[in-house]
Nanobody, 126 residues
Framework: HVQLVESGGGSVQAGGSLRLSCVAS????????MAWFRQVSGKEREGVAA????????AYAESVKGRFTISQDYAKKTLLLQMNNLKPEDTGVYYC????????????????????WGQGTQVTVS
């Protein structure tokens, strides 16, 4: 498994910005795909943004397209999520996740296949 440690959450007013960071123990092998998921109490964890560590191809949930940007700093083995124009509905606990991407039917924004998870960081937009 990949060790993942998130940081950067906090409270912000609607329209504001936050940047989340996730330090990973590796970017290859078990972390060919990396993603950010978010969860609101009582609801399923949903994929927000994902990136292929090799090709740098990205995928975004429709609700965040044009506002969120996922990227990687290879030198620092850090996954980033820049969140702009935040809305109250973006509130939740954000989790960093890593996957090999070899699961049959793997979809980058779906939970199956992601085997490593961070501890989560709270984002509150009011």
């Amino acid at each position: 498994h990949v060790q993942l440690v998130e940081s950067g959450g906090g409270s912000v007013q609607a329209g504001g910005s936050l940047r989340l960071s996730c330090v990973a123990s590796e970017f290859t092998g078990n972390a060919r795909y990396m993603a950010w998921f978010r969860q609101v109490s009582g609801k399923e964890r949903e994929g927000v943004a994902a990136i292929n560590s090799g090709s740098s191809g990205t995928a975004y949930a429709e609700s965040v397209k044009g506002r969120f940007t996922i990227s990687q700093d290879y030198a620092k083995k850090t996954l980033l999520l820049q969140m702009n124009n935040l809305k109250p509905e973006d509130t939740g606990v954000y989790y960093c996740a890593a996957a090999r991407g070899t699961l049959r039917g793997f979809a980058p924004l779906e939970k199956p296949g992601y085997t490593s998870w961070g501890q989560g960081t709270q984002v509150t937009v009011s």
